[in-house]
Every structure is written in C-alpha cells, then in structure tokens.
C-alpha cells in the first residue's frame, strides 16, 4: 500500500468549473501536509500548505480530517492556468524532514 | 540571486560513466534532498542531508553517492551510470519548519 494515495485521473473540466480532489495517507502520526503543483515536468512548487482547521488561499481550500486521514484540496472557478499536476504531500514524524509525494492528480481546465 | 541552482539543465552519458548533478541554494538552509521523477512513480528520495556532513539514504540510493562539505552545495553522483538511471533529478531544500524548494531539475539520458 501506497503511503500517500491519490486519484490520477485525468481531470477535464471547463473553465469555471469547480473541481476537487482527495488524497489519503497511511501513517496516523504524520505531522504536516502539503499541496504542491507541478507544470509539465517542471520542479514542484508549493501551492500551500494544509491546516487541521482548513484553509483557504483564494479560489484554493484545502481541508484536512486526521480521523479519516484524508485530504483534500478543492479549486473554484478553475482557470486555463490551473492546468497542472497537484501533488499531495505528507510529512512523517522522525523522518527528518523527508517529504513523502503522492504521483499526483493531473487536471485540465477546457477552455 | 538567491535560490536553488542545478546543472546542468540537460545531460547525455554513455552507460558506465560516472556523472555528477550539482545542486547550491542559497539561503543556507539546513536541509537538502535530492529526488528522481519517473513517469509512473512519482517524486522518490534518493539521500538527503540534514546538515553539513550529515547524509543519508533514501528510499532508491543504490547507485548514487552524495557530500556535504558546505552547507550550500548538494551534488549527486552516480559512479556508473546505467541505463536506468534515465530520469529528472530535482533537488530540493527546506528549513525546518517549512516546505521544499526545488531546483529547476536535471533532465539526464544515459545511452
């Protein structure tokens, strides 16, 4: 079993859509999480990072349910730029730093 | 300018060369890793560093050798290189309570 599991998809939506997608993570202690974005094979970067309380960055929210160990980010009104690949990241306690990557969910926002 | 620098960028070797991926940022950060990226398994630790001369395996160190002598520069060897080792090599480094930051990767061939 995978330690961070998400939906590959691909992800079609049109533009305005609202999308979301899920990620679940095996360790219960894990400490922080994250979402990162990917272009293309170019270098991830950090989308934002995820809050037990939920939080938002413009049309971004991401939630976290520790009980569940799930989380999720959800996109409102995607634009053309949203297209990418969004990586779920965990970070396990005593693993001294070492950020453990889901393979990503690839979306498309369709003009 | 301040960042995270690879190179190179892009890199053709013959199998059974050794080939060394450079990697310098430039916050002094204590943390630095470097990942590959293969289609189909996602974003996988090969070492990592915690500090000056601090360095350990990851999840797919076979084949790669990594120093630390200064905080700021990570490089990546592999002793001799095999056709499997194709793959985007990106590094990446943290502070301690933050996300990653990653270069722009090192897309390598070996033929």
């Known amino acids: 079993r995978k330690e961070v599991e998400q939906d590959p998809g691909p992800f079609n939506v049109p533009e305005g859509a609202t999308v979301a997608f899920n990620c679940t993570y095996s360790n219960s202690a894990s400490q922080s999480f994250f979402w990162y974005r990917q272009d293309c094979r170019k270098e991830p970067k950090l989308l934002m990072s995820v809050y037990s309380s939920g939080n938002e960055d413009g049309r971004f929210t991401a939630q976290l349910n520790r009980a569940s160990q799930y989380i999720s980010l959800l996109i409102r009104d995607s634009k053309l730029s949203d297209s990418a690949t969004y990586l779920c990241v965990v970070l396990y306690p005593g693993s001294a730093r070492q950020l453990t990557f889901g393979s990503g969910t690839q979306l498309t926002v369709l003009p | 300018d301040a960042g995270i620098t690879q190179s190179p960028r892009y890199k053709i070797t013959e199998t059974g060369r050794q080939v060394t991926l450079m990697c310098h940022q430039t916050?002094?950060?204590?943390?630095m890793f470097w990942y590959r990226q293969d289609l189909g398994h996602g974003l996988r630790l090969i070492y990592y560093s915690a500090a000056a001369d601090i360095t350990d395996k990851g999840e797919v160190p076979d084949g790669y050798v990594v120093s630390r002598s200064k905080t700021e520069n990570f490089p990546l060897t592999l002793e001799s290189a095999t056709r499997s080792q194709t793959s985007v090599y990106f590094c990446a480094s943290s502070e301690a309570n933050g996300g990653y930051t990653f270069g722009s990767g090192t897309r390598l061939t070996v033929v």
């Open positions: 916050w002094s950060h204590s943390y």
